[in-house]
């Protein structure tokens, strides 16, 4: 059972270009999402999702895309990278759509766009 | 609206003194109560919670919280430090009618030093 597995650890990519950054769970949880966690700033949710073809925005999703083919998989798609998207990424999940239940984080992803 | 407030950003404390690291939420509404930590380079995880029953919340790695409503309080507490609880510790409340939505503090920094 490997949990919440992202890829890649570390990237860095020059402004205008484009990447997806890759999340997978193995608990067959249905509620997914992305957070950015930025110095001061704490965690900030960019897109989330409840389910297999339902996604849904956070707080700060410009610039970001989502999709939810399967229950396992949830990427994140950066369109045109930009120094203000420069974070760590953090892909979470759940059983249910609900905060009573816990929320299993992988290890992050560190951007830097230049 | 409901906010979290992390009255400390950084906390040094030495190898098996005691620590309390403090949070205090705003909300008109029942709420639902969170501590996560984050240890160096590694995702959230899950250190206790609070739904109902006993104010007294007991986790993992010998971390206590109480839930204080009138002063609308989760302080989480340690009677003994060590080195490898130093970490990132986030407090997160969410509505407890609507518990959709995780409001997150913007963390305390545990630095344990020998």
């Known amino acids: 059972n490997a949990g919440v597995t992202q890829t890649p650890k570390f990237q860095v990519l020059k402004t205008g270009q484009s990447m997806t950054l890759q999340c997978a769970q193995d608990m067959n949880h249905e509620y997914m999402s992305w957070y950015r966690q930025d110095p001061g700033m704490g965690l900030r949710l960019i897109h989330y999702?409840?389910?297999?073809?339902?996604?849904d925005q956070g707080e700060v999703p410009n610039g970001y895309n989502v999709s939810r083919s399967t229950t396992e998989d949830f990427p994140l798609r950066l369109l045109s990278a930009a120094p203000s998207q420069t974070s760590v990424y953090f892909c979470?999940?759940?059983?249910?759509?609900?905060?009573?239940?816990?929320?299993?984080f992988g290890p992050g992803t560190r951007l830097t766009v230049l | 609206a409901q906010s979290v407030t992390q009255l400390d950003s950084q906390v040094p404390v030495f190898e098996e003194a005691p620590v309390e690291l403090r949070c205090n939420y705003s909300s008109s509404v029942s709420v639902y109560l969170f501590w996560y930590v984050q240890y160096p380079n590694q995702g959230l995880q899950l250190l206790l919670k609070y739904l109902s029953g006993s104010t007294l919340v007991k986790g993992i790695n010998g971390f206590e919280a109480e839930f204080n409503k009138s002063q609308t309080s989760f302080h989480l507490r340690k009677p003994s430090v060590h080195i490898s609880d130093t970490a990132e510790y986030f407090c997160a409340v969410t509505d407890a009618g609507n518990n959709r939505k995780l409001i997150w503090g913007l963390g305390t920094s545990l630095a344990v030093n020998p």
């Open positions: 979470a999940s759940s059983y249910r759509d609900s905060h009573t239940d816990t929320q299993y």
């Open positions: 999702s409840v389910g297999a073809g339902i996604t």
